[in-house]
T-cell receptor
Framework: DAGVTQSPTHLIKTRGQQVTLRCSPK?????VSWYQQALGQGPQFIFQ???????QRGNFPDRFSGHQFPNYSSELNVNALLLGDSALYLC??????????????FGPGTRLTVL | AQSVSQHNHHVILSEAASLELGCNYS??????LFWYVQYPGQHLQLLLK??????LVKGIKGFEAEFIKSKFSFNLRKPSVQWSDTAEYFC???????????FGTGTSLTVIP
């Protein structure tokens, strides 16, 4: 049973560029959440996708956008990259929208470095 | 907005010592509480969770946590730590009506053999 997978593992970009990160949820899960984890900090919620729609969003600018596909996989897009976007980006999956009591399973993350 | 505070940023213990990591949250409503662990080179894993019922919850690897509603706390404990418990520990909260998780800044635990 595959867990949450993310690609790529590492990514280096320059300021102003755009980046796309990918996530495949754990088998049987249909909800995907994205987090940003800066060095020395806890994960910060970016947004959550369910049934191909953004259901909830954290305090992140519109430069951060996402998509969920019919197979439940998801993409995180960041436009006009800033140095401050350098972080580990985590994907977490769970089952069902009313999943406040459901456990989120995390992927290994994508390390983004913006130069 | 909810927030989570973890007061211990770095903890160093010898093997067999007892562990208690503090976690306090701010939210007036009903919450669900979690502790996640991140071992070196590995991804975040659930250690234990509290939704309702007995405020003392037991998780994997001998960890337990106690929810004290009056203190808005959910401290993590282990009677006797092992070298393999060296990891980063994160407390997390979400409300009973939402799916957004709020994480603390984490506590780095180093256990010396």
């Amino acid at each position: 049973d595959a867990g949450v997978t993310q690609s790529p593992t590492h990514l280096i970009k320059t300021r102003g560029q755009q980046v796309t990160l990918r996530c495949s949820p754990k088998s049987g899960h249909d909800t995907v959440s994205w987090y940003q984890q800066a060095l020395g900090q806890g994960p910060q919620f970016i947004f959550q996708y369910y049934e191909e729609e953004e259901r909830q969003r954290g305090n992140f600018p519109d430069r951060f956008s996402g998509h969920q596909f019919p197979n439940y996989s998801s993409e995180l897009n960041v436009n006009a990259l800033l140095l401050g976007d350098s972080a580990l980006y985590l994907c977490a999956s769970s089952f069902g929208l009313a999943g406040s009591t459901d456990t989120q399973y995390f992927g290994p993350g994508t390390r983004l470095t913006v130069l | 907005a909810q927030s989570v505070s973890q007061h211990n940023h770095h903890v160093i213990l010898s093997e067999a010592a007892s562990l208690e990591l503090g976690c306090n949250y701010s939210y007036g409503g009903t919450v669900n509480l979690f502790w996640y662990v991140q071992y070196p080179g590995q991804h975040l894993q659930l250690l234990l969770k509290y939704f309702s019922g007995d405020p003392l919850v037991k998780g994997i690897k001998g960890f337990e946590a106690e929810f004290i509603k009056s203190k808005f706390s959910f401290n993590l404990r282990k009677p006797s730590v092992q070298w393999s418990d060296t990891a980063e520990y994160f407390c997390a909260v979400n409300s009973n009506t939402g799916n957004q998780f709020y994480f603390g800044t984490g506590t780095s635990l180093t256990v010396i053999p």
